[in-house]
């Protein structure tokens, strides 16, 4: 089993109550990621869901949390014969720190009218691009091998950017097969793109996050498309995209964020 299997993995105590444990393999400056931590709920939805497939999970973290031991209590809210409709309280020293909302749907659902008028992001080759570099803390780059397209990674030495994007290659480095959980991670753990236009100089905490899944990706590597364009009172949306090597589109994300520059 994977590190990230088993740090999101959950077990039962009835009455649709999981126990968890929020891992530190997965933080940013020891602050347990928001892809990481959805994909924990998601587990504990999943658990209880007739349906195996992710359709949209929506997380809305109201405070911040610390690894160890949680609570996850899972509630079905609304079903039809085809989605079903969960949400999830995170709980941690008696305390709710995150609420996910999952819409779970079939596999057998009709594909006639797929459609996708966007293409993959244009890349740099895997070799052209910046490997992220192990830094103290960041335990989620000890984990992931994530390569930054050149075009975005000024900011790395200095360098900004005009527009606020961040763009690059990433999977397990343990080389972990991807499935729809491990898509959460991957659509939150690039980093915010506004870093490319101001800097490594501020706090971008999430508040709320959607994800949208499309299809489970048979690729080594995913590639990625993070974009800011709105920002405002302290505030910032971010709309991202993953797709395949094969250009498949696999999600796409959008989240709200509150900004504060570094002192």
Same mark, same amino acid.
């Given at each position: 089993?994977?590190?990230?299997?088993?740090? !999101?993995?959950?077990t039962?105590?009835?009455?649709?109550?999981?126990?968890?444990?929020?891992?530190? @393999?997965?933080?940013?400056?020891?602050?347990? @990621? /928001?892809?990481?931590?959805?994909?924990?709920l998601t587990?504990?939805?999943?658990?209880?869901?007739?349906?195996?497939? !992710?359709?949209?999970?929506?997380?809305?973290?109201?405070?911040?949390l610390?690894?160890?031991? +949680?609570?996850?209590?899972?509630? @079905?809210?609304?079903?039809?014969?085809?989605?079903?409709?969960?949400q999830?309280?995170?709980?941690?020293? /008696?305390?709710?720190?995150?609420?996910?909302? /999952?819409?779970f749907?079939?596999? @057998?659902?009709?594909?006639?009218?797929?459609?996708?008028?966007?293409?993959?992001?244009?890349?740099?080759p895997?070799?052209?691009?910046?490997?992220?570099?192990? +830094?103290?803390?960041?335990?989620?780059?000890d984990?992931?091998?994530?390569?930054?397209?050149?075009?975005?990674?000024?900011?790395?030495?200095?360098?900004?950017?005009?527009?606020?994007?961040?763009? /690059?290659? !990433?999977?397990?480095?343990?080389?972990?097969?991807?499935?729809?959980?491990? !898509?959460?991670?991957?659509?939150?753990?690039?980093?915010?793109?506004?870093?490319?236009?101001?800097?490594?100089?501020?706090? +971008?905490?999430?508040?709320?996050?959607?994800?949208?899944?499309?299809?489970v990706?048979?690729?080594?590597?995913?590639?990625?498309?993070?974009?800011?364009?709105?920002?405002s009172?302290?505030?910032?949306?971010?709309?991202?995209?993953?797709?395949?090597?094969?250009?498949?589109?696999?999600?796409?994300?959008?989240?709200a964020?509150?900004f504060?520059?570094?002192?």
């Amino acid at each position: 089993m994977s590190s990230f299997d088993k740090d !999101i993995a959950v077990t039962p105590k009835g009455d649709s109550l999981f126990a968890g444990n929020v891992s530190d @393999n997965w933080s940013i400056a020891g602050i347990p @990621n /928001g892809g990481y931590l959805m994909a924990l709920l998601t587990n504990a939805m999943l658990q209880e869901s007739k349906n195996e497939n !992710i359709l949209v999970v929506t997380a809305t973290y109201l405070s911040r949390l610390k690894p160890g031991p +949680v609570d996850l209590a899972v509630e @079905n809210f609304a079903s039809s014969l085809s989605l079903d409709r969960y949400q999830t309280r995170l709980i941690q020293d /008696g305390k709710e720190h995150i609420r996910a909302m /999952g819409t779970f749907r079939p596999s @057998n659902m009709d594909r006639t009218y797929d459609r996708c008028e966007k293409s993959a992001p244009e890349l740099a080759p895997l070799e052209q691009c910046l490997a992220a570099p192990s +830094v103290p803390t960041y335990t989620l780059l000890d984990n992931v091998d994530m390569r930054l397209d050149p075009e975005c990674a000024g900011w790395v030495t200095g360098k900004l950017s005009e527009k606020s994007e961040m763009k /690059g290659w !990433i999977k397990f480095k343990d080389d972990r097969p991807f499935d729809a959980l491990s !898509i959460l991670l991957m659509a939150d753990a690039f980093p915010p793109p506004v870093l490319a236009s101001l800097g490594s100089v501020a706090w +971008v905490p999430t508040v709320e996050l959607s994800t949208s899944l499309y299809q489970v990706p048979a690729t080594k590597w995913l590639k990625c498309q993070f974009r800011t364009y709105f920002m405002s009172r302290g505030f910032l949306q971010e709309d991202g995209e993953v797709w395949d090597e094969d250009g498949n589109l696999v999600a796409a994300c959008r989240q709200a964020a509150r900004f504060k520059k570094a002192k």
